[in-house]
Nanobody
Framework: VQVVESGGGSVQPGGSLRLSCAAS????????VTWFRQAPGKEREGVSC????????YYSDSVKGRFTVSRDNAKNTVFLQMNSLKREDTAIYYC??????????????????????WGQGTQVTVSS
């Protein structure tokens, strides 16, 4: 039972990347999934969340309008499409799965310790 992130890499400012969070051993569509990131010397922050089963999506102010979270239940995968990338988006990106609805009052701020499954992370570097 695990989730595995992929899709990270190096890109120039203004570029795009699509991250994947693939689950094995359980049905990811039964879980809310949040993308977190952690940059060197900074605290981990939630940037995007897709709730289950309602499908509500939430974004931090820093990525709203640039990032889009979605899921493909047939592939048991959640995606994070990242456009118009900025240098400050450089970080390790993690996905985490929670077995329930993420309340709208929390959104991306839903407490990290409550998530059941975490991936190992994928590095995103934005530089020219």
């Amino acid at each position: 039972v695990q989730v595995v992130e992929s899709g990270g890499g190096s890109v120039q400012p203004g570029g795009s990347l699509r991250l994947s969070c693939a689950a094995s051993g359980f049905a990811l569509n039964d879980y809310s999934v949040t993308w977190f990131r952690q940059a060197p010397g900074k605290e981990r922050e939630g940037v995007s969340c897709i709730s289950s089963p309602d499908g509500s999506t939430y974004y931090s102010d820093s990525v709203k309008g640039r990032f889009t979270v979605s899921r493909d239940n047939a592939k048991n995968t959640v995606f994070l499409q990242m456009n118009s990338l900025k240098r400050e988006d450089t970080a390790i990106y993690y996905c985490a799965a929670y077995p329930g609805v993420v309340p709208s009052t929390y959104g991306v701020g839903f407490p990290a310790p409550l998530y059941d499954y975490w991936g190992q992370g994928t590095q995103v570097t934005v530089s020219s």
